[in-house]
């Protein structure tokens, strides 16, 4: 039985300017915008993500979760 794929919805909570877009990793791949994630393989996965404004200020750090 093959695994199925696992939808993650990465949120954004600004509530000055709003949020504008949202850029995301999973484990050592490349940055890419979106909000939505949907895990293919197998395993644990390390998803690394952070925010962008409407006034285009950057989140001071990175959100990471991981996911089996």
Excluded: C, F, Q
């Excluded at 949020?19 to 990793?25: A, L, P, S």
């Excluded at 949907?38 to 959100?63: C, F, M, P, Q």
């Amino acid at each position: 039985m093959e695994p199925s794929p696992r939808p993650v919805t990465l949120t954004v909570g600004d509530e000055g300017s709003g949020g504008w877009k949202t850029v995301y990793r999973v484990n050592d791949g490349p940055a890419t915008e979106g909000d939505k994630v949907v895990i293919e393989e197998e395993g644990t996965h390390l998803i690394r993500n952070y925010s962008i404004d409407h006034a285009g200020s950057r989140e001071s750090g990175e959100t990471e979760s991981g996911y089996d």
